[in-house]
């Protein structure tokens, strides 16, 4: 009995041992150290009590330092987390060879909905991105405007119905503008005609807001897939039921099968990849895009529909809460600042006028002020508060000796970055006049918010246009009432920000639409 006892108590001294071995590896190697790092979970004790968001953990590590980078852990993982803007463009674009992965979960061969261009890593990455590049183009975006443009008139239809005759209502835009992101997703990404304004209960909004994102379960299996691949590889290869997945496969092969049969094409990002996986690319030529093709035995071989569900997917989970949360984060602040407020309003109002009503893809683009508002609510509230990487061959930093090991993640705080006084002067301040070139007050270096160099968002263009047409549309049929200051605090779970209570402001009917 004795015996046992001595050898538990020597097993534990031994584990313990090794852990705090484990957990001094940057302050063995002289490396700068996060100090607030705890064992077991490093830097992400607030996320597994489900009292932060990673990236918000992450943000937290950003300030406790003044350094240019920082050892950290994230879990039981040594990493690096770079605070200086510059370092974080050479990982994102100069030095991109030693950090081309993300380091995520993914299963090309045994889960090849896993096989997102996001998660990709090396040449399959690479190969993924020059396929679905010639998707992204301002050609094609163009083209796909009437479907967003819809939605928005569906969107307003339903604020009418929901808003007083006379007097305000308070609104939560993030819900509104979750709707909308979510009903142009499944237009233009999955080819469905839905309305989930007047009928909320269709099948893909069920689907899409099936999957839970505000417990500890998902919370633990996010870090998983991001930051443990190996484990994760391993939970997903007991082969449990992924229902999702399985219903968005026979959403793309449903739509796929009925475009055929019935010859049917429209201008939206589904017909682009039926293209892909006809031809193996899409046509550059925009004039030669929409149309139905298949290769000469009337097989379809070029792309899987794993592979194009997975991209599908994937456009899904980073564009629906970033679209909708630019949108609403922007009428959040309009509504805190009445000179911008006002500002907006008026262009919104003389563009109207000057087109006879209409904004068109072209004459959006050429909204000075609402593209300062856009890029602005980008800084104050990145779509990702963080980004993540891979070392993938040894790095020296530069001017320094210190070498990040093969295999080691590195994080990048963009909340942090973007909120540093040090880039953006008065950083907490709302002022979209800070990027125009009159006024400019901001380090162009620090600002990266669909991140840089060739694994930049790829539908960057898309996102913004789409934020920027719910804005128009609000403007041009509400008034906005003016508010208080305050600051929004986020969701514990989930990568994007997402906003605790919402994003609400009060609205009423414009009397007078601008024509």
């Known amino acids: 009995m004795i015996s046992l006892i001595v050898l538990g108590l020597s097993l534990l001294a031994l584990g ?9 590896y940057w302050e063995r190697r002289g490396f700068p150290a996060d100090k607030n790092a705890s064992i077991p979970f490093g830097c992400l004790g607030s996320v597994l009590k489900m009292q932060k968001a990673m990236g918000m953990a992450v943000h937290d590590v950003y300030l406790q330092s003044k350094e240019r980078f920082l050892g950290t852990y994230l879990l039981f993982r040594p990493a690096v987390l770079v605070r200086d803007a510059e370092l974080a463009r050479r990982v994102l674009a100069q030095d991109f060879a030693s950090f081309h992965d993300r380091g995520m979960y993914v299963d090309e061969e045994k889960d090849p909905l896993s096989a997102s261009i996001f998660a990709l890593p090396g040449q399959s990455w690479r190969s993924m991105r020059q396929k679905l590049s010639p998707c992204f183009t301002s050609g094609k ?33 993030k819900a509104v503008m979750q709707i909308y992101a979510i009903d142009i997703i499944g237009s233009t990404i999955f080819g469905l ?24 379960l998902m919370a633990y299996m996010q870090m998983l897939v991001i930051l443990i691949p190996s484990v994760a590889r391993m939970i997903f290869s007991l082969r449990l ?56 035995d009337g097989h379809l071989k070029s792309m899987s529909l794993e592979a194009i569900t997975a991209q599908a997917t994937v456009f899904y989970f980073a564009g629906q809460e970033t679209t909708g949360s630019t949108a609403a984060f922007t009428i959040f602040e309009l509504a805190q600042n009445p000179e911008h407020l006002e500002r907006l309003q008026n262009e919104v109002d003389e563009t109207l006028k000057q087109n006879n009503g209409q ?42 000796d210190y070498v990040i090991k093969k295999g080691t993640p590195v994080v990048i705080s963009l909340y942090g970055i973007h909120r540093d006084s040090e880039y953006f002067p008065d950083p907490d301040k709302y002022d979209p006049n800070r990027f125009a070139e009159e006024t400019k007050n901001y380090n162009p270096v620090a600002y990266m918010p669909f991140g840089d160099g060739p694994r ?36 514990p779970s989930g990568f994007p920000l997402v906003p605790k209570d919402g994003a609400k402001v009060r609205l009423s009917k414009r009397t007078t639409l601008a024509q």
């Not at 313990?16 to 001094?24: A, V």
């Open 16 to 24: 313990w041992y090794y852990l705090k071995h484990h957990y001094s």
């Open 141 to 173: 975006l163009k083209a796909m405007y009437s479907t967003g443009e819809d939605i928005g008139n569906k969107m307003v239809n339903h604020l009418q119905k929901e808003l007083p005759e006379q007097g305000s209502k308070e609104v939560d835009l």
């Open 193 to 216: 005609d839905i309305n989930s304004y007047e009928q909320p209960d269709n099948k893909f909004r069920k689907l899409v807001t099936a999957l839970p994102t505000d417990n500890r």
């Open 241 to 296: 039921p992924n229902a999702i997945g399985a219903a968005m496969l026979a959403i793309v092969k449903d739509t796929m099968e009925q475009r055929e049969k019935q010859g049917i094409v429209r201008k939206d990002m589904m017909q682009l990849f039926m293209q892909l996986r006809n031809k193996g690319s899409v046509d550059e030529d925009d004039s030669k895009t929409w149309s139905l093709e298949t290769t000469d």
């Open 359 to 400: 904004i068109s893809y072209d004459v959006l683009n050429k909204m000075e002020f609402l593209d300062l508002c856009v890029t602005e609510t980008l800084r104050k509230y990145p779509g990702l508060p963080m980004l993540n990487r891979e070392c993938t061959k040894d790095f020296t930093l530069p001017d320094t």
């Open 456 to 491: 930049i968002c790829i539908a960057q263009r898309m996102g913004r246009i789409n934020s920027k047409l719910a804005i128009v549309k609000i403007l041009q049929h509400f008034d906005i009432e003016v508010m208080s200051k305050r600051e929004l605090e986020y969701e």
